[in-house]
Each structure stands twice: as C-alpha cells, then as structure tokens.
C-alpha cells in the first residue's frame, strides 16, 4: 500500500446479547446507513455462516475426495445442488406451515428428504407423487428448531472432529 493510504468510514460501538451476557460489537463502515441497519445487515451474516456450515459438515463439503480438477467441480456442483434441494423443501415447508424457513433445521430437512426421496422415485401416479411431496414437507416442517426465551445454563456440547491420516508406508 502506498505512504498515506486511507479509508474513509465510521466506527460503530453497540452493546448486544441479551442480560448478563452482553458484549460490545466494533464494526467499522464505509455505508452511509443509520446505525441500526447497519448493525441488522452484520446481523444477517450469521445466516451466511451457517448456511457455510451446512454446506461443509452437513452436505460433507469439508473434505472433496475428488484427484481431478473436472471430478472436483462435480462433486462441488453436486453437493451444491443437494444443499439448494434442501434449502428448497425447507422453504416451501416453512410457506406451508406458516413458519420461517430459519425456524427449519437443516439437517432435519436433509435426512427428511433422504429418507422420502426413494418414495417420490417410485410413486406410480403424479396423484401418489403430490401425496408424497406434500408428505415431504410437513415432515420436514417437524423439524424446528426450539425457542429458547433465555441462554443455555451450559455451554454447548461440541464433537470434536480428529484427522488423523494413516502412517506413511515405507517404501521397498
């Protein structure tokens, strides 16, 4: 960067979280926007973040097996597919059920669609398919998430994901 290079913004200070638990958050802007919107568009990155952590845990994105550039983006286009597929059944789910698709969790809709997938393939009729759809999303409509009026007394269990690679052979 050059000797005097700048940018112009603001810096905002806002206390958030709710009770005992409040937090200062910094957030430095270029916008022009009143402070509280800016702070509600930061607050809709977190949807970006676990929209990620869905796309890498969930639909298995973390690790791409794949040895070639062209088996790469199939399965990158693959594992896209699938999650949009979900994201799918969770909002028409939600729009069903009157809910938000955010209520939805994720991987309740994933392993909804796994298991109905094999009877929407085999419906004999597009009357037995639209039974089996409708099926699809009030089941997958089951799976919201709970509504907590205050924070876990505890902190949140977390598994613990190892990578361990095998011993290196020795070659002959």
């Given at each position: 960067?050059?000797?005097?290079?700048?940018?112009?913004?603001r810096l905002?200070?806002?206390?958030?979280?709710?009770?005992?638990?409040q937090e200062w958050l910094y957030v430095f802007t270029t916008?022009?926007?009143p402070?509280?919107?800016?702070l509600a568009l930061y607050g809709k990155r977190w949807n970006i973040e676990t929209d990620l952590r869905s796309l890498k845990r969930t639909v298995q994105l973390h690790h791409v097996a794949a040895r070639n550039e062209s088996m790469m983006e199939k399965e990158l286009l693959t594992a896209?597919?699938?999650?949009n597929l979900v994201r799918a059944v969770m909002a028409l789910a939600a729009r069903r059920h009157n809910l938000s698709p955010r209520?939805?969790?994720?991987t309740f809709a994933l392993n909804v669609v796994s298991a109905?997938?094999?009877?929407?393939?085999?419906?004999?009729d597009a009357d037995a398919y639209q039974r089996e759809v409708f099926g699809l999303l009030d089941a997958a409509a089951e799976g919201v998430h709970p509504n907590r009026k205050k924070r876990r007394s505890f902190p949140r269990a977390t598994w613990h994901r190892r990578h361990s690679f095998p011993a290196r052979k020795e070659s002959q």
């Open positions: 960067m050059p000797a005097g290079a700048s940018v112009a913004g905002i200070a806002a206390r958030i979280g709710r009770g005992k638990s916008l022009e926007l402070w509280e919107q800016v896209v597919a699938a999650y209520q939805l969790s994720f109905s997938w094999h009877r929407l393939q085999s419906a004999p």
